[in-house]
């Protein structure tokens, strides 16, 4: 009877003590962290006050600092960057929610891309501070979907965890500025000069747009470079509607005494304005200015401006605000939008046309339809 009451108690303390450690690791765990909470509660109250975002990631840096008011790319001589992304960021740090509790030992950071410093490109750091203070410092590693999630873990803790909601911290330059510098219509321009070329164009009897190389043009400086029909053809092709859609990858400030490089800076003659690309080469990249200006009498574009409803879309700028807003700043051109430049004067002076041309006029027609003069 002793023995079967004392298995009895030992029975129940070993339950109890079960059930305490059970309750002990749920009140822990109640106590770290609480699943559907705000990961960095720290930060909504001091959201209004953030005034610098630092961002690193694959040994490149962003740094963005809000200055009188205006947010600005410090990291790219201060130009004006867009506050729609800079909120964007902030809200989605705000907005991440704790989920689940992950690995805490450090040599396995790396498989959920949280090891810092990261040279694989898969992790950022991201700091964000209100003056002095620095309100986050945070590792974003590998997102998930299904539900939206990702792996982050903060800077001073080798605690990883996963939250729901993701975050990109992008370190393009061109995801914090305004990147679309010009869309314009394929029909505004009427000519284009590059490199000794005059490219000019006419209506033919179908009311079509038809470019074509000018003979012994009279409007561009003299060139030593040979202009082949294979190089025209190319050059017809592609330079008329090279402004439909040009972005940039990076800005800085104008470095004065840059030479242009005339075999890839085009001049653009156009219903209502004029356009100089002053391409400057620095090492491996080709950076890019302008001198525009707006034609007197020139007709109204409100009616093509209308029609633009998303970015991207055609329209004509104002070409003395253009003017005045690039002034003094340099725009590095990606290479989708250098290769047709250089296309043509990499052509092979002996590349044979198919089939072979007949003069120097190229046809290259595209539909359009050009206001009249004063209309």
Known sequence: MKTKTLGLVIGIAALSIGAAYIAFLRGSSTAQFVIGDPFLPELEPKAQSVDRIEIERTGKRVELVRDGGVWKLATSDSYPARFEEVKGLVSGLTGLKTDQKMTAKKERHGELALAWPDTTGRGAHVR??????????????????????????????DQTWRVLGSVNADIEPRRWVDAELISLP??????????????????????????????????????????????????????????????????????????????????????????????????????????????????????????????????????????????????????????????????????????????????????????????
């Open 128 to 157: 964000v501070l209100a003056g002095s203070d620095v309100v986050t410092d945070l590792i974003l590693g590998e997102e998930r979907a299904n539900p939206r999630a990702q792996f982050v873990r903060r800077a001073a803790d």
């Open 186 to 375: 394929n029909d505004e321009v009427k000519r284009v000069m590059m490199n000794g070329l005059e490219i000019g164009s006419e209506n033919n009897e179908r009311s079509r747009l038809r470019y074509f190389a000018v003979e012994k043009s009279t409007n561009v400086a003299p060139t030593s470079f040979e202009w082949t029909p294979a190089r025209r053809e190319t050059a017809v092709r592609q330079l008329p509607t090279w402004l439909s859609r040009l972005e940039l990858d990076d800005v800085r400030k104008a470095k004065p005494g840059g030479v242009a490089d005339p075999a890839i800076s085009p001049e653009f003659d156009m219903i209502r304005g004029t356009l100089k690309v002053k391409a400057v080469r620095d090492g491996d990249a080709v950076w890019i200015s302008f001198e525009a200006a707006p034609k007197e009498g020139a007709p109204s574009a409100d009616k093509i401006n209308e029609r633009r409803k998303y970015p991207g879309d055609p329209y004509i700028p104002d070409w003395k605000a253009f003017n005045e807003k690039h002034a003094g700043w340099e725009y590095k051109l990606p290479n989708w939008k250098l290769n047709p430049l250089e296309e043509a004067n990499k052509v092979p002076a002996d590349k044979q046309l198919t089939p072979p041309s007949t003069g120097n006029d190229v046809d290259l027609s595209i539909p359009v339809q050009i206001p009249p003069a004063g209309k």
